[in-house]
């Protein structure tokens, strides 16, 4: 299936929503909205909360309050539940309105705001699902210790691997989806977390026959705030991966699932 190449999304980000989700981003929170609105100036925000203590959730609301444009919207949720749970409460709020095109970004500065128009561009030119990728030729890394690149680097090759795809970068988190994607994907049986969050909504955009693209990024580790990486969200992503690639290889052997492109 390929959407056709209409425009769906506006040179200023018109039709966009970018959900960011946040736990203790105090700092980075003004700095990323404030560099989105100066590079998509017409794109929606929604800022994911989860009860963060340092305050995170009431200086979301104070930007919506003095934004003029009314383009930042806040969901708090009661407690933290992790990056995928925030995402998806995300999303079922976009879908409930009118945007065409649904990004994800961190708030610590990894994801350039910047470079946003490289997604939307490829959106705009037919894909139904773009990701940011550090792995291809133009992505980079900056800032980013030694071993969390080894981690990186080896959790795509064992994803690619595993799931027998050609993507680069399937564990990053700057992505756009168009609509259709998520409306079609059964959003309320994803269970993961983390990094691996990104590998499910992936492999389940590519088995329901959307087209995926790469697109390079510049990843920039956080200058402030802590990173919520965990042991706990690396083992979910082996085991996961591991499972979600031998159970399409039977399918595929019975007959029962497609090859993906
Ligand atoms: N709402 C919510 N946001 C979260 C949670 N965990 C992480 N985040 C946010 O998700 C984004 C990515 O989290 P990071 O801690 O930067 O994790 P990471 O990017 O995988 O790891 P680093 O590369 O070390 O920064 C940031 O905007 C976080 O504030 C959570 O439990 N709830
Ligand atoms: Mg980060």
């Known amino acids: ?3 056709e190449a209409t425009s769906v999304v506006g040179p200023s980000g018109e039709g966009a929503l970018v959900i960011i989700p946040t736990y203790n981003e105090l700092e980075n ?8 609105h100066a590079a998509m100036p017409a794109a929606h925000v929604l800022v994911v909360d989860d009860n963060s203590p340092d305050g995170t959730g009431p200086l979301a609301d104070q930007l919506a309050v003095d934004d003029s444009d009314k383009r930042i919207f806040v969901l708090h949720r009661t407690e933290k ?6 995402y998806l409460a995300g999303f079922e709020w976009g879908l409930a309105r009118e945007y065409t095109v649904f990004i994800e970004m961190d ?8 470079q946003l128009h490289r997604l939307l561009d490829r959106i705009n030119s037919g894909a139904d699902m773009v990701a940011g990728s550090r792995y291809i030729p133009g992505g980079s890394v900056v ?4 071993h969390r690149q080894f981690i990186s680097r080896g959790g795509n090759i064992y ?3 595993a799931l027998g795809v050609k993507f680069h970068d399937i564990t990053g988190g700057y992505r756009a989806y168009r609509r259709a994607v998520l409306e079609k994907i059964d959003l309320g049986s ?3 977390h983390g990094y691996c969050f990104q590998i499910d909504l992936a492999w389940r955009t590519m088995l329901a026959g959307f087209t995926v693209a790469e697109v390079p990024i510049t ?4 200058e402030y705030g802590e990173s919520k990486m965990s042991g706990g969200i690396f083992q979910e992503a082996f085991v996961k991966v591991g499972r979600w690639g031998m159970a399409h290889r039977v399918a595929r052997l019975q007959g029962r699932a497609a090859k993906i492109r």
């Open 1 to 3: 299936m390929t959407t």
């Open 29 to 36: 929170l003004p700095l990323i909205i404030g560099r989105l």
């Open 81 to 86: 539940n992790g990056l995928g749970g925030a």
């Open 107 to 114: 708030a610590d500065g990894s994801h350039a705001p910047e």
């Open 143 to 146: 800032n980013w210790p030694w």
């Open 159 to 161: 994803s690619r691997l």
């Open 190 to 192: 994803v269970e993961s």
């Open 219 to 222: 990843f920039t580790e956080r």
